[in-house]
């Protein structure tokens, strides 16, 4: 009908859907254009959603994405404002947002190597069952009842230097407690449950004491503000969220006894919606939360870090603000103490700082950095260590983020091509090749899906058409891939982002270095300028890819797998599901009929791995990779998640 919206829910057999909507005139326009209207000989009827009351059976939800804070609160949280909080008895935010801490550390690490190896066993069910007809099995699926069915062998799991008090960055929630008290914490459970009540963090062991200690000094300010918490029922209100980030300065050893010791760094961002609010109004209460936070920080024992101070003003429904959410940094008061004055000179340096290895790593506000930094360092080197790596290797970085495996690894090998398509993540990459002295990197800003094709052919030495630089593989895509990923190309879309990166010498952050390495405005001109001038013929080229939480695009796993020089893939996933996945798609059999894919929407209803089968019968007939070895990696101890590698080979 025409009707602006973002996204329509509706099950089979139910005779009530959902559609949600990008902003309020969007809903308001859809309610007067719907409501009454006739479809057939039924008439639709509009009505506000209603949380359904919070069933005491529910099983506890458990935080699906460890490394985006946002769900470790919960994907969708709210209050009422009205403090008739909606109750859920007997959960408590220790058990939501850490539900292993009950268990000792090892029997922990031996629950998710179970869970790990039911969901490995998927990828040996369903590359079996995909194997087209007329085609021999592959030799892993036959040897795997040799191994209880696994694709593979999985080696253990690495347990975290760290088990408490690890994460470097938390997201926490502003809202009503159960007893209706504005709280700065976790929530208790998902708002599509029903579930509003934001409790304190203090029970939660994987939440250190420094950012308990800010949640607790920001909640403290929230009782006196004159400015109204965020009310997610009917969303209003201003005060959000708040992101307690730690950093490091200097790369010494890490001393374990003593957590706060190595911390020095710490970057505090408010999330707010200053819509309709007076901006005298809003840069006084700035002015009195800034005293807040370094009066709590001076008062404490001993006193907190506190370097930098960010305002993320975002408009949207839900706290998962786009990376382009308008951001800007606060002064940080240097009156109160001494020790602060000096933090003060730097307050417009709105960045901190990590260490992995001996290499050190500059973020912005809202680039992603793994949140267990200790564990981190032995994930990559994992991943390294299975690479192959070699000064005739090209290693492709895909996912790169602030450019941490790449730039890790790029000692040992000839050349690294990151592609992220955060820009100031990017802009992080180039900023911390240069700190590090590292010239063997090269980092392309653009979705992965639009330049993996592209960027395979370009160190093939193949010229490039140049349309294909911009018709993109993506026009292949069949069926569906997470909403995130659907975007349409535009054939100026690759240019467009090439302007959109952020060039390091205008950045706000830089204190005036200008960092000046023409690659670094390079991007996607880049490719299609002429390539690489030296892309020689790399021997071995291998790609170690990390994406988020959905797994790869379609476009990119069949970019690699018909690539047929990259022999060897290393995988790192947080989620073991879209791993599998993925390497269903990648390891399963081809035959030369190709099914052209169906447009039908029967995939609404498929699994992941139903999915995966469906897409590998429209696989261009190539060698497939066959899983080698696997091992996780716990970054996340007390919660059920880890990170997961797994070596593929041709
Ligand atoms: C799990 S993080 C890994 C980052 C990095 N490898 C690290 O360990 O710090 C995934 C990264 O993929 C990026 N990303 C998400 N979708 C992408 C896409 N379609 N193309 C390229 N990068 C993407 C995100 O911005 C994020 O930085």
Redesign the pocket.
């Known amino acids: 009908m025409g009707i602006l919206h973002k996204t329509t829910k509706k099950r089979k057999g139910m005779t009530v859907g959902f559609v949600s909507f990008e902003n309020a005139d969007q809903l308001k326009n859809a309610v007067e254009e719907l409501n009454g209207k006739s479809i057939g000989n039924k008439h639709i009827k509009v009505a506000d959603v209603l949380p359904r009351s919070f069933v005491k059976k529910t099983k506890p939800t458990i935080p699906e994405d460890p490394?985006d804070p946002l769900l470790l609160n919960g994907s969708e949280n709210g209050n009422n404002g009205d403090n008739s909080v909606v109750v859920s008895k007997g959960r408590s935010v220790r058990s939501v947002v850490t539900p292993l801490a009950h268990m000792p550390y090892n029997e922990q690490l031996d629950h998710k190597k179970k869970s790990l190896e039911q969901i490995l066993k998927k990828l040996t069910r369903n590359a079996r069952k995909a194997c087209p007809e007329g085609v021999p099995q592959p030799k892993w699926i036959l040897k795997s009842r040799e191994i209880g069915g696994l694709p593979c062998k999985l080696e253990g799991i690495i347990e975290s230097p760290l088990v408490n008090g690890y994460r470097n960055k938390c997201e926490f929630s502003v809202g009503y407690s159960l007893h209706g008290k504005a709280t700065v914490g976790f929530l208790l459970g998902n708002f599509r449950e029903g579930v509003i009540a934001v409790e304190e963090p203090i029970d939660c062991p994987n939440v250190s004491r420094v950012a308990c200690k800010f949640a607790s000094i920001f909640q403290e300010f929230l009782q006196h503000s004159g400015l109204p918490i965020w009310n997610r029922l009917n969303n209003t209100g201003f005060w959000r969220q708040l992101t307690v980030r730690e950093g490091k300065n200097s790369g010494q050893a890490f001393v374990v006894e003593s957590l706060e010791a190595n911390i020095s760094e710490v970057m505090l961002m408010v999330q707010v919606c200053s819509v309709d609010i007076d901006d005298e109004v809003v840069k006084h209460e700035f002015q009195k939360m800034s005293q807040a936070f370094v009066q709590g920080a001076t008062s404490s024992s001993p006193s907190l870090p506190l370097t930098s101070l960010v305002i993320q003003d975002h408009k949207g429904i839900s706290n998962a603000a786009p990376a382009d959410a308008p951001l800007h940094s606060l002064p940080i008061p240097n009156s109160l103490s001494d020790s602060l004055q000096e933090t003060a000179s730097s307050s417009l340096d709105t960045r901190i700082h990590d260490y992995i290895g001996n290499l050190c790593f500059s973020i912005s506000p809202t680039a992603?950095?793994?949140v267990n930094t200790l564990a981190a360092e032995k994930l990559y080197s994992l991943a390294g260590d299975w690479a192959g790596l070699g000064p005739d290797t090209l290693l492709f970085d895909v996912?790169?983020?602030?450019g941490?495996?790449g730039l890790t690894l790029a000692h040992r090998v000839g050349k690294v091509v990151g592609?992220?398509?955060?820009a100031s993540?990017v802009s992080d990459a180039h900023r911390n090749a240069e700190i590090n002295g590292i010239k063997n990197c090269r980092f392309v800003c653009a979705?992965?899906?639009d330049v993996m094709g592209s960027l395979l052919k370009e160190y093939l030495n193949t010229p490039l058409e140049e349309e294909t630089l911009h018709v993109s593989e993506s026009n292949d895509t069949e069926g569906p891939v997470n909403e995130a990923?659907t975007d349409k190309l535009d054939p100026d879309s690759l240019i467009q982002r090439t302007d959109d990166v952020e060039s390091p010498s205008s950045c706000p952050q830089d204190n005036g270095k200008n960092l000046e390495d023409p690659s670094q405005k390079s991007c996607i001109s880049e490719i299609k300028n002429g390539m690489d001038a030296l892309a020689p013929m790399y021997k071995n080229v291998v790609a170690i890819v990390?994406?988020?939480r959905m797994g790869l695009?379609p476009v990119v796993i069949k970019a690699l797998r018909t690539h047929p020089h990259l022999r060897r893939l290393v995988y790192i996933s947080?989620n073991p599901e879209s791993l599998v996945a993925n390497a269903i798609e990648l390891c399963t059999p081809t035959s030369d009929k190709t099914e052209k894919g169906k447009n039908n929407r029967a995939w609404r209803n498929m699994s992941s791995a139903g999915l995966a089968r469906h897409r590998t019968k429209s696989m261009p007939n190539s060698e497939p990779f066959r899983p080698v070895k696997a091992m996780a990696v716990d970054l996340f101890p007390h919660t059920p998640h880890c990170e997961m590698v797994m070596l593929l080979e041709r």
């Open positions: 490394n992603f950095f793994q996912c790169c983020g602030t941490t495996i592609i992220e398509m955060n993540a979705k992965a899906e990923l990390d994406p988020p695009h947080c």
